[in-house]
T-cell receptor, first 114, second 113 residues
Framework: GAGVSQSPSNKVTEKGKDVELRCDPISGHTALYWYRQRLGQGLEFLIYFQGNSAPDKSGLPSDRFSAERTGESVSTLTIQRTQQEDSAVYLC????????????FGQGTRLTVV | AQSVTQLGSHVSVSEGALVLLRCNYS??????LFWYVQYPNQGLQLLLK??????LVKGINGFEAEFKKSETSFHLTKPSAHMSDAAEYFC???????????FGTGTRLTIIP
């Protein structure tokens, strides 16, 4: 596609429910990143994929968070048993070859847990 | 460990005036440094990056940044602000072999007509 696509753009969920956030990277990009941006804060790194494997998942805040990537393409970030502190904008980025190559960001998914 | 500090969460400048957005970093190894811009309702876009070549880096839209190791700084400048520069700007740091970008908290730039 022309750019990184994320869906849904907005998601409101009740506390305790599970949510899935989707990222479609730019075709051919091998590297994929997930970040979280809470109100008034910088972007927090969550996880990095190279191909379908995740060499760095050190930023996942708890075992309620998981992510997978299939076919070196689409990635899904899953949050189980959502809590109010999970409310944030979740951003996905992809690049052709790691950080020195430019990372392209999607517009994000705004998650609100009520 | 690495971190970024952006001084000033909000900066206002008059149209035509100098833009200066400050970024200081902390890194135990030689850093890679980045500036990203986020326009309203859009994703983050790379403005420029420093990856150990020339210390003065030129980016898109007339922006540039200078890596100063002695000051651990990577401030973003533009000689003459334009209304279209109004956006949020993020400084970020990483280093060779580390795919994790560590971001600052951002600076919202407002241009006064």
């Amino acid at each position: 596609g022309a750019g990184v696509s994320q869906s849904p753009s907005n998601k409101v969920t009740e506390k305790g429910k599970d949510v899935e956030l989707r990222c479609d990277p730019i075709s051919g990009h091998t590297a994929l990143y997930w970040y979280r941006q809470r109100l008034g804060q910088g972007l927090e790194f969550l996880i990095y994929f190279q191909g379908n494997s995740a060499p760095d998942k050190s930023g996942l805040p708890s075992d309620r968070f998981s992510a997978e990537r299939t076919g070196e393409s689409v990635s899904t970030l899953t949050i189980q048993r959502t809590q109010q502190e999970d409310s944030a904008v979740y951003l996905c980025a992809s690049s052709s070859g790691g950080l020195v190559a430019e990372a392209f960001f999607g517009q994000g998914t705004r998650l609100t847990v009520v | 460990a690495q971190s970024v500090t952006q001084l000033g969460s909000h900066v206002s400048v008059s149209e035509g005036a100098l833009v200066l957005l400050r970024c200081n970093y902390s890194s135990s190894v030689p850093p890679y440094l980045f500036w990203y811009v986020q326009y309203p309702n859009q994703g983050l876009q790379l403005l420029l990056k420093y990856t150990s070549a020339a210390t003065l880096v030129k980016g898109i839209n007339g922006f540039e940044a200078e890596f100063k190791k002695s000051e651990t700084s990577f401030h973003l400048t533009k000689p003459s602000a334009h209304m279209s520069d109004a956006a949020e700007y993020f400084c970020a740091v990483s280093h060779f072999g580390n795919e994790k970008l560590t971001f600052g908290t951002g600076t919202r730039l407002t241009i006064i007509p």
